[in-house]
């Protein structure tokens, strides 16, 4: 851009020779005042100043002043440099200053590079239960007795799964109230230490957010290299910078426990509302935490598509408001420690697409010895298998997810068979003990039915063999296939089901000596890594969370529904109001 005093050119337009306006003419010649005196003087000087017809006039400038504004401007445009300059840096370190940062001490363990050289991303992402502040004690309630508590509980546990070539991304929660059991671990912040035990899973963090990477690594075989931690004022801050997330719910639903009151359809939530939406575990679902974690892939979906819509990450207030949101709210381990590093993560997450980020919680069965827990359920270890193994939960057609069973092999076996519709018999024909129980679980982790049994042979056998009924040679072809089994050892028999001998000639392992799995076979199945896992996609944005229909809530002393006590509770507003 040219200086203001320049002309169209870019040059200067004043004249090196021009008088200056307050110099009087009969001085700058040198020559005597006319007569008349020096009224006659000053009316001669204003002749000649007047332009003549047909010229146009210039007003002089004195050199001095244009060179004393030139370097005026050359000075606010460096200052403007510096200024904008300090401004990035300081802003910059002002977001590295809010991250709070804890190392992982490598309990996580480490994801493995594929043939090109690029590696998934893990993270375990935990929401915190813990009232360690008065914005918290506030905002969670519990306080009034116990004041300002120490500890927390990770009550959201989310394995965010990125994919090594970043196409697509599975969302998989892990409800608090699974029990497993907690390794030994040591906080490093607070010395607190155990030397493990069996319990439920979310307690695990009053150990460290380390421990509870450590114990959700035991629990899947998934590799997490990072974990992100919010508390309930990190939700209010993040829903706030976002600018509020739509949501809406299938009927009107008060849960007066997490406080959170909404009519029937579509809702903006931001602060608090958004914060009672997520805590909400007796609204929706049927009461317990299962359903809740349904309502937040809800929520989390549609965050998502906000993230990602025109204008929110172009708007540089939006960004800013995002960036510091988002380093305030979170706790990160080590490895995420960095303005740098967060955006890098950001951006990753930005490459996929949302119909190939599914959503899924961890199959969960009964715990026999209490009703209000829960274990590890039927199909899990294919969805842990499946994250693992970095394949992907969605079609990317826009189909619902594991609708293309990984059957793909079927192109070269004929068989179109989930391995989740598959029960196998295993049967021991060594003297080696447990052999029967190492490859039936092999067959159930990699997602085949719970069918599968084991026990020992009628008499020692010297060959393995894959004996199948009338009409399953395709599932006796899956089930080799997952095990590397050469089909040679397969063969028809008289009754019904799958009975695998495993004999003399394979002593050890999980797959048959020299074999290769095969990468299309039972492993891929995706169809049975998401059954029963409630799975669903991020660009599903007509989903609503359904609200219970059952007797969850209580007011007043009188159990009902959400419903009901919507409607008895006119008086109170609603939490978008």
């Known amino acids: 851009m040219s200086d203001p005093w320049d002309g169209p050119g870019g040059q200067g337009t004043r004249s090196r020779t021009a008088r200056v306006p307050a110099q009087r003419a009969d001085e700058a010649d040198g020559a005597p005042p006319p007569a008349g005196g020096r009224g006659a003087a000053r009316k001669a000087a204003r002749e000649a100043a007047r332009p003549r017809r047909g010229t146009r006039a210039r007003r002089a400038t004195p050199v001095g002043r244009g060179r004393r504004a030139l370097r005026i401007a050359g000075l606010c445009t460096a200052l403007g440099v510096l200024g904008t300059a300090g401004v990035g840096w300081w802003f910059y370190q002002h977001l590295n200053g809010n991250i709070h940062s804890v190392s992982l001490d490598g309990k996580g363990g480490t994801e493995k590079a594929d043939a090109f050289g690029r590696t998934p991303i893990n993270i375990l992402v935990m929401g915190s239960d813990g009232r360690t502040s008065k914005t918290d004690c506030k905002l969670g309630g519990g306080c009034s007795r116990t004041g300002v508590q120490s500890g927390s509980n990770a009550d959201v546990e989310m394995v965010v799964h990125i994919s090594a070539d970043r196409?697509?991304?599975t969302v998989m929660s892990i409800p608090r109230d699974t029990m497993t059991k907690v390794p030994a671990c040591a906080d490093s912040a607070t010395g607190r230490s155990t030397a493990g035990y069996y319990g439920q899973i979310n307690s695990a963090l009053q150990y460290g957010p380390a421990c509870q990477v450590a114990t959700v690594h035991q629990l899947t075989g998934i590799p997490i290299d990072h974990f992100v931690k919010l508390d309930f004022s990190g939700v209010v801050k993040m829903s706030d910078a976002v600018g509020g997330v739509s949501v809406c719910v299938t009927d009107d639903v008060y849960d007066t426990y997490s406080h959170l009151k909404l009519s029937r359809g579509s809702h903006t939530l931001k602060g608090v509302a958004a914060l009672e939406f997520v805590r909400s575990r007796h609204g929706f679902g049927d009461g317990s935490d299962l359903g809740r974690t349904i309502s937040q892939h809800i929520f989390l979906g549609a965050m998502i598509r906000k993230f990602k819509s025109a204008g929110t990450l172009t708007d540089p207030s939006a960004v800013y408001g995002l960036a510091d949101a988002a380093t305030k709210a979170l706790t990160v381990d080590d490895g995420l420690g960095s303005v740098k590093k967060l955006i890098g993560l950001a951006t990753d997450v930005n490459k996929v697409p949302t119909k190939r980020m599914t959503f899924t919680t961890m199959q969960t069965g009964a715990d026999p010895g209490d009703s209000n827990r829960v274990v590890v359920g039927s199909g899990a270890k294919a969805l842990f298998s499946a994250i693992a193994g970095d394949r992907s939960l969605s079609t990317g057609s826009g189909k619902k997810p594991g609708a293309a069973s990984a059957t793909a092999g079927a192109k070269a076996t004929a068989s179109a068979v989930?391995?989740?519709?598959?029960?196998?018999?295993?049967?021991?024909?060594?003297?080696?003990?447990?052999?029967?129980?190492?490859?039936?679980?092999a067959l159930t982790g990699q997602g085949f039915g719970t069918g599968t049994t084991t026990g020992n042979a009628p008499s020692p056998a010297a060959t393995t063999t894959l004996t199948y009924g009338a009409g399953q040679k395709a599932e006796a072809r899956t089930v080799a296939e997952a095990l590397g089994l050469p089909a040679s050892h397969l063969k028809q028999g008289a009754g019904a089901g799958l009975t695998l001998v495993v004999g003399a000639d394979w002593p050890s392992g999980a797959t048959w000596p020299g074999g290769s799995p095969s990468a299309s076979s039972a492993p891929a199945d995706t169809g049975a890594a998401v059954s029963n896992a409630h799975a669903q996609t991020a660009d599903q944005a007509k989903t609503c969370a359904k609200v219970s229909p059952y007797r969850t809530v209580s007011l007043n002393g009188v159990p009902m529904t959400p419903a009901q006590a919507y409607a008895a509770a006119r008086g109170k507003p609603d939490s978008d109001g």
């Open 167 to 169: 196409s697509n991304a």
């Open 418 to 441: 989930p391995a989740s519709d598959i029960a196998v018999t295993v049967q021991n024909g060594t003297a080696i003990t447990g052999r029967a129980s190492v490859v039936a679980d």
